[in-house]
């Protein structure tokens, strides 16, 4: 199976359901999307597929055949953050980092459709979940990263 990842092509061997995340881990070798729930309930493995943010935990890779598919490694530009880990950086969002790749990927797909959220747009949108309990300086940075 062929599979684009991070505007780089890669050959996988694997079964058609075998969950996107794996493939990506194992496979591909890129450790920043992360295994949360398994469950596509808490959003750590959250990429862009084609642009829009997907659990990867719970995609069949055979979905993503054929299709773009960008993890936290293919955010920034370069050595350029993307304005969301940026923001992220900036607003000293991290605690201990686990769910943040995913959230991360989240608010860079709403931002693209959404380029100035209200909080009800953030509160709808952004359901991915962090025990660290940083939602506050998260809505934060994305209002900051929205006026960048």
């Not at 061997?13 to 995340?21: A, R, S």
């Not at 750590?44 to 055949?65: I, Y």
Request: charged share 20%; with cysteine; proline share 4%.
């Amino acid at each position: 199976m062929q599979l684009n990842v991070n505007g780089k092509s890669y050959e996988v061997d694997v079964e058609p359901n075998t969950p996107l995340l794996w493939v990506i881990r194992e496979q591909v070798g890129l450790t920043g999307t992360k295994y949360g729930c398994g469950i596509a309930q808490c959003g750590s493995c959250t990429v862009h597929l084609d642009g829009a943010a997907v659990r990867s935990c719970a995609m069949p890779v055979s979905a993503a055949a054929g299709k773009r598919i960008t993890t936290i490694e293919g955010l920034a530009s370069g050595k350029t953050l993307h304005k969301v880990q940026k923001a992220w950086v900036d607003h000293d969002v991290p605690q201990c980092g686990y769910c943040q790749a995913g959230m991360i990927m989240a608010v860079a797909a709403l931002l693209k459709d959404k380029p100035k959220p209200t909080d009800a747009d953030i509160d709808a949108t952004i359901t991915n979940i962090c025990r660290c309990g940083t939602f506050q300086q998260v809505r934060e940075a994305i209002h900051a990263a929205a006026k960048a």
